[in-house]
């Protein structure tokens, strides 16, 4: 298979996606370009803030990319990459993208609030209760991996303790000397664009200016050294203070200017496979339906293609993540209701881009990543598009292989630091009334409703939960992940009905992924106890199987609330009872 032929028909088939099906979908749910967004009606200066279209969309891009589009398919190759491809492009264009869409529209008519609010406008307070605790536990999953990414790409230790030497170490240092100085020239650009009116145009070529002068800087000066357990604290402070910082002095910027490196990933992934065919040396060594013998083993993962490669390729194709963005922060920065598409729906199908990219990589360094060369997915992309790029130009590999290095680990930090925001709220959520504010509480409420305490007990217990590195987190978070897409799929279905708009487009995508997590999950609880139980396994695996028994439970009382209302509406409508609402 030609490498470039694969990327270049992808690409045509996602803008086809967009422009064809997604223009459908806004037609089909009444996308109002008139109408007031909670951005503007709520305006408080903290989390609702309305942004330009770039700086909003470079929020949420950022915040969704995250290391999912690059592990997932590269772990996932050992199925083939027919199955890979067929996944990321029809999960892309018929489920994630509308999973996102979906969730930020709906948000957007409940005030930019959660996926747990719109659950309690049509479910009622015990499911919206039920998806919180789900929603939050995941969360906290999020806030573990991720953080435990970041610290093993800053740190001077692994999880496990060992000593890292080498280029490595220098890779990891310089990493962390660069994401240091990209917050500070965050906050600064924050302040020229929002504070001191300066144009957005000039302010981004000024900040582009200034990654290029970070990196250059954090490549030939980085003192700071640090072990990968201080570093999981100091992750784990930073997100305490930025997850309850205004957007604008942040989240908005460092977001926006995130979002070029993730451009830049895209722009020299592409020039890497063109570049390495034209060169002659595009090759493609991925096998179409995969080897069952590498399974396990490297960088790949282990399961049958059902259900393992649909929880394997997340942010590929469709993760439950997304929803909680899209009706967590990005609905509280849209600027007009006509942006949700590009947001929303643009944004999924460039991470399956991304997604085809990171096949792409694997398939030029197969045999590396195949023999245990590369110990990350990271590495496995990082190393694959600058030896594509050494082809053509080969003095630039290392300074390539350090960029895409870097931009994983910004794009990690940016997510951990949204995920953490996220968790805030659906923690505040629980203990409020629908319509309250923190300050409305009384008694017990008003002290977890407190963003402060919600952020602390979520840090603590998150930064806690990946100490032990996030190998042992990743497997339980996939089918989490992708169970908590499922549910958001079923409250968006739920609700549209309930509004009398066209909601059968997540009738096959909330099933499919209803069956595909719940498959897993009791895999994943059948395997860990069966480990434990023979002696071959900690009490990690305990804890694994507790969480795990725990989503179960949850998702399947939502799904009989859920079918229990979508059969009312049905009813309803047959009777001629339903009503276009609005």
Not at 376 to 384: D, E, N
Not at 546 to 572: E, G, N
Request: proline residues 3%.
């Amino acid at each position: 298979m030609n490498a470039a032929v694969l990327l270049i028909v992808s690409a045509a088939i996602l803008v086809a996606g967009y422009v064809l099906y997604g223009g459908w979908l806004a037609k089909q749910w009444g996308i109002d370009p008139k109408r007031k967004t909670p951005a503007h009606e709520l305006k408080d200066g903290m989390d609702y803030v309305p942004a330009k279209t770039p700086v909003v969309m470079g929020h949420h891009f950022s915040s969704i990319a995250g290391a999912g589009p690059i592990n997932g398919p590269i772990q996932a190759a050992v199925f083939g990459w027919v199955p890979v491809l067929l996944w990321v492009l029809i999960g892309g264009i018929f489920f994630g993208g509308v999973h996102d869409f979906g969730a930020l529209f709906a948000s957007l008519r409940h005030k930019g609030q959660s996926i747990g609010e719109i659950i309690d406008d049509t479910m009622g307070k015990t499911a919206k209760r039920l998806f919180l605790t789900f929603g939050y536990l995941t969360l906290l999953l999020v806030v573990a991996a991720f953080s435990s990414i970041v610290a093993s790409t800053f740190g001077t230790t692994t999880a496990a303790g060992a000593a890292v030497e080498g280029a490595t170490l220098a890779a990891n240092e310089s990493t962390a000397m660069i994401s240091f100085l990209f917050i500070i020239l965050a906050i600064a650009f924050g302040f020229f664009v929002y504070r001191k009116n300066a144009p957005i145009a000039v302010a981004s070529v000024i900040g582009c200016a200034g990654i290029v002068a970070i990196v250059a800087i954090g490549l030939n000066f980085h003192p700071i050294s640090l072990t990968y357990n201080t570093w999981m604290w100091v992750v784990g402070a930073y997100i305490l203070v930025a997850s309850v910082t205004p957007v604008w002095i942040l989240l908005q910027p460092r977001d926006y200017l995130s979002s070029f490196l993730l451009y830049f990933m895209i722009g020299a992934g592409l020039i890497a496979v063109i570049g390495a065919v034209v060169a002659g040396q595009g090759s493609f060594s991925v096998p179409a339906f995969g080897d069952a013998a590498l399974k396990g083993t490297g960088v790949f993962t282990t399961g049958t293609a059902f259900p393992a490669l649909f929880v394997t390729i997340a942010c590929g194709a469709i993760s439950g993540f997304h929803s909680l963005v899209s009706s967590g922060t990005s609905a509280k920065q849209l600027d007009n209701e006509k942006n949700a598409q590009p947001v929303a729906y643009g944004s999924m199908l460039i991470e399956c881009l991304v997604a085809v990219i990171s096949l792409c990589a694997i398939g030029f360094v197969w045999a590396s990543a195949a023999d245990g060369t590369y110990a990350s997915p990271t590495q496995v992309f990082a190393g694959g598009l600058s030896s594509m790029i050494s082809t053509f130009a080969p003095g630039a590999q290392n300074i390539m292989y350090q960029m895409l290095i870097l931009a994983v680990s910004v794009f990690c930090l940016t997510s951990l630091d949204t995920a953490t925001r996220l968790a805030r709220y659906m923690f505040q959520e629980f203990f409020l009334e629908q319509g309250q504010t923190a300050k409305d509480a009384t008694g017990y409420k008003k002290v977890f409703a407190n963003p402060y305490v919600a952020t602390a007990i979520t840090v603590v217990l998150g930064v806690s939960l990946g100490m032990n590195g996030y190998t042992k987190i990743w497997p339980l978070f996939g089918a989490a992940n992708q169970l908590l897409a499922a549910l958001g799929l079923l409250a968006v279905c739920t609700w549209l009905g309930a509004v009398g708009k066209n909601n059968k487009m997540f009738y096959i995508p909330m099933v499919f992924m209803l069956a595909v997590t719940i498959c897993s999950l009791v895999q994943t609880i059948t395997a860990k106890m069966t480990a434990y139980t023979s002696g071959n396994a900690d009490y990690w695996a305990l804890i694994q199987s507790a969480i795990a028994v725990l989503l179960v439970a949850l998702s399947l009382v939502l799904a009989f609330i859920a079918a229990k209302t979508l059969i009312k509406q049905y009813q309803d409508k047959k009777n001629g009872k339903s009503e276009e609402a609005a």
